[in-house]
């Protein structure tokens, strides 16, 4: 079984410009979801995509983007980068609609953003 | 809405000694509760999760947490910790989609 793999695992990136993160889900997995975890914080929800499509957003702005592919794999696209992006991105897999709502998530190892 | 608070952002205990790590919830519906570990440079692992079958529940590594209602707790515990304990706890409760996590504890072993 092969679980959530993100790529790259860090960059650095200059204020004001525009970053793409990529993420494969876990075989079986149909939900990707991305988190931002600032240094010392615990992970806060970015949002959700179900079948290519956005189903939950959390307090991020508009800048924050993402795609969702026909095998599940996810882009989290973000405009106009500030200083305060600099965080650890996670994304997250798990099945979709129909399973229990106590199934985990299944996280990668993340990337590293750092902006400068 | 949901939400977890972790008590104490830091907790050092001597390898050998019992782990005990807080966690309250604030659920207007029966929660699903969440205890992931997040060792340096890696994303998060699942210990365990609370299924209502039972409140307590036994996870990966020889850790544990009880569900207690009346008290809205969901605290971790290990009776004998290792060296290699250490790392970054959250308890996380799930949302309408998303999992909400508290601000984590960070632990240490003394040896």
């Known amino acids: 079984e092969t679980g959530v793999t993100q790529s790259p695992t860090h960059l650095i990136k200059t204020r004001g410009q525009q970053v793409t993160l990529r993420c494969s889900s876990q075989?079986?997995?149909?939900?990707v979801s991305w988190y931002q975890q600032a240094l010392g914080q615990g992970p806060q929800f970015i949002f959700q995509y179900y079948r290519e499509e956005e189903n939950g957003r959390g307090n991020f702005p508009p800048r924050f983007s993402g795609l969702q592919f026909p095998n599940y794999s996810s882009e989290l696209n973000v405009n106009a980068l500030e200083l305060d992006d600099s965080a650890l991105y996670l994304c997250a897999s798990s099945q979709g609609q129909g399973v229990p709502r106590n199934s985990p998530l299944h996280f990668g190892n993340g990337t590293r953003l750092t902006v400068t | 809405a949901q939400s977890v608070t972790q008590l104490g952002s830091h907790v050092s205990v001597s390898e050998g000694a019992l782990v005990l790590l807080r966690c309250n919830y604030s659920s207007s519906v029966p929660p699903y509760l969440f205890w992931y570990v997040q060792y340096p440079n890696q994303g998060l692992q699942l210990l365990l999760k609370y299924t209502s079958a039972a409140t307590l529940v036994k996870g990966i590594n020889g850790f544990e947490a009880e569900f207690k209602k009346s008290e809205t707790s969901f605290h971790l515990t290990k009776p004998s910790a290792h060296m290699s304990d250490a790392a970054e706890y959250f308890c996380a409760v799930r949302g309408r989609e998303d999992m909400r996590f508290g601000a984590g504890t960070r632990l240490t072993v003394k040896p």
């Open positions: 075989s079986g997995h149909n939900t």
